[in-house]
């Protein structure tokens, strides 16, 4: 595992070291060591912001190696700590990616970000705020961008405003009863010109996370001129990963890596 602050992360606080917390945060590489370069992708577990998913991982990282693309999983932080925390941390594993993209074989200018449920809040707000809710710079590797070049939100949470799709959970834990904050990270709502294209699936029997979550962010992206693929299956609780054995909605992952080659994504 990777320290990606290269020791006490920003914004530490002992009293948060519960069972999800300690050793957090934490990236696991999954970098294809062939001596070509590759595109990569960070990947974000789901969890509500208040623990992290065992199964939102590893496997879609190497299942990504499989299609020639590399992949990091990020264990951030979650509640009792709130944002801007969990964004310092994966904005931080962002830039040590591409700093250190000459080391991993990756192409710094192909370095994307998935998540799933929460995570896939997460990625989202990262990329509309890559370059907002800053931290002080420590080292050389905060001198890179945190910009992901492509966005994979996989059943996400996206509205934390509106009651027809908002997930109570992940609100609180993210930003509690700050409407202001609200408003700023609900991703609907902060949908800006240079967003990144985006790949957005979500499955109609997901009672968990509503659908209109995804749908809500698809139409935001669209009155803004931005690119994205959206594909809402119709069985598959929520939760599903991979989905294998799920009929229709298995094909989630090919579709995905056929847009990744169809953006010049993977090289």
């Keep these: 595992m990777i320290n990606i602050w290269k020791g006490t992360p920003l914004g530490y606080n002992g ?5 999800h917390n300690i050793n957090k945060p934490e990236l696991e590489e999954f970098a294809i060591n062939d ?10 577990p789901g969890g509500g912001y208040d623990h992290l998913s065992d199964h939102e991982g590893a496997n879609v990282a190497k299942r990504l190696n499989e299609e020639g693309v590399s992949a990091f999983v990020l264990y951030y932080r979650v509640a009792p700590y709130s944002h801007p925390v969990f964004l310092w941390d994966v904005k931080r594993a962002m830039r040590y990616i591409r700093h250190n993209a000459e080391k991993y074989n990756i192409d710094e200018n192909k370095i994307g970000i998935m998540g799933f449920s929460a995570g896939g809040n997460l990625a989202c707000i990262t990329a509309e705020h890559y370059d907002q809710y800053e931290y002080d710079k420590i080292d050389e590797i905060d001198n890179v961008s945190a910009r992901p070049d492509a966005l994979c939100m996989c059943y996400p949470v996206v509205s934390i405003t509106k009651e027809i799709s908002t997930h109570v959970r992940s609100g609180n834990n993210l930003c509690g009863n700050n409407d202001k904050l609200r408003n700023e990270l609900s991703c609907e709502l902060a949908v800006r010109d240079d967003m990144p294209p985006a790949f957005i699936w979500h499955t109609f029997e997901d009672n968990n996370v509503d659908c209109r979550n995804s749908l809500e962010m698809g139409m935001a992206m669209k009155e803004k001129g931005c690119s994205f693929e959206m594909h809402i299956f119709p069985k598959g609780k929520h939760g599903l990963d991979l989905a294998e054995g799920i009929e229709g909605t298995e094909q989630w992952f090919n579709l995905y890596c056929n847009w990744l080659k169809r953006i010049g994504f993977c090289i």
């Design 15 to 19: 009293e948060f070291d519960n069972e």
């Design 35 to 44: 001596g070509k370069k590759h595109s990569c992708f960070l990947i974000l």
